[in-house]
């Protein structure tokens, strides 16, 4: 039968080809930083200049000419375009492969590189230069005040009502590139499986959370996720 909705989380995996870093492999970003120095907020509060330079140079990476969407985010967009139902993409990675590819029903939960929120008014700008701590805030005037539009450990993921509703909703949901090791987003998968969709891991290697999935494809994303995407859309059509 064919689907009518789908949810598709993807995590850092996903942009692997792309040229970016994925947090837990061997040369993971996690092994050359601590987590709690530059992903947290008392680590900001301890050595704001420490974080605004990690994520300044990520945000330099993410611009530069070596890194672009792959075959997989490109397979997304087509999907997104010639699919019938509706298709919604929650992404846990902060860059904007997905944008640039064509998607566009599209939620950033743990934020984006390219934007910067104030601290005090959440309000937010986007950047595509670097943060320097000595910035004055727009908006409030404030030395300091501006920080990465990045959801921290310890703070709550963006629109998470807005992705329950699919979640529940959903006939199909498919994990890509995503470990499983970071809550709430590796929670999704036994959520759609109590609204009884058919649910599907794509990744280089089992997730811990591998035994909640109904269905397993292990290999690369740029060669697994357009596969997938012509057989979805081989019987949708
Ligand atoms: P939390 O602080 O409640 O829990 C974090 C969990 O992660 C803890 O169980 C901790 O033991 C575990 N953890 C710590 N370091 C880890 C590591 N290196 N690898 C794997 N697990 C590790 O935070 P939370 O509620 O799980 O996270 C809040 C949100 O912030 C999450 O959605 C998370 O993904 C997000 N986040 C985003 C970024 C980013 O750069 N985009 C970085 C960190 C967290
Ligand atoms: N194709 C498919 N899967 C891949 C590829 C690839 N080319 N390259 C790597 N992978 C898989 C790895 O095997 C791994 O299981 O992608 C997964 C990436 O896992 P993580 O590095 O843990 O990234 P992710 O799950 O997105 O991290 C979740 O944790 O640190 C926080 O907020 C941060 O959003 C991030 C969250």
Redesign the pocket.
């Known amino acids: 039968m064919p689907y009518q909705r789908i949810v598709i989380l993807t995590?850092?995996?996903?942009s692997?080809?792309s040229g970016i870093k994925?947090?837990?492999?061997e040369d993971?970003?996690?092994e050359e930083h601590r987590?709690e120095d530059v992903?947290t907020p008392e680590g900001f509060a301890a050595d704001p200049v420490l974080v605004q330079n990690f994520y300044n140079g990520r945000r330099k990476q993410l611009l530069s000419d070596a890194v672009k969407p792959n075959a997989?985010h490109f397979a997304l967009a087509k999907l997104e375009q010639e699919f019938d139902g509706e298709l919604l993409i929650v992404t846990?990675?902060?860059d904007n492969l997905h944008e640039q590819a064509g998607s566009n029903k599209l939620i950033h939960m743990?934020g984006e590189l390219l934007k910067m929120r104030c601290a005090y008014t959440d309000i937010l700008y986007p950047i595509k230069g670097d943060i320097s701590v000595d910035d004055r805030c727009e908006c409030c005037g404030m030395r300091g005040a501006l920080r990465p539009h990045v959801?921290w450990f310890g703070e709550m993921p963006l629109q998470m009502e807005d992705i329950y509703q699919a979640l529940e909703t959903c006939d199909l949901f498919i994990a890509?590139?995503?470990?499983?090791?970071?809550y709430p987003?590796a929670g999704f998968v036994r959520q759609a499986g109590i609204s009884g969709a058919n649910t599907m891991e794509?990744?280089?290697?089992p997730?811990a959370v591998q035994s909640t999935f109904s269905e397993h494809r292990y290999?690369?994303?740029?060669s697994?996720v357009p596969r997938l995407v012509a057989e979805i859309l081989s019987v949708s059509l």
């Open positions: 995590g850092a995996g996903i692997a080809e994925t947090f837990r492999a993971g970003l996690w987590v992903a997989a846990q990675n902060i743990h959801v890509i590139g995503t470990s499983g090791n970071v987003a794509i990744n280089l290697e997730s290999g690369l994303a740029s697994e």
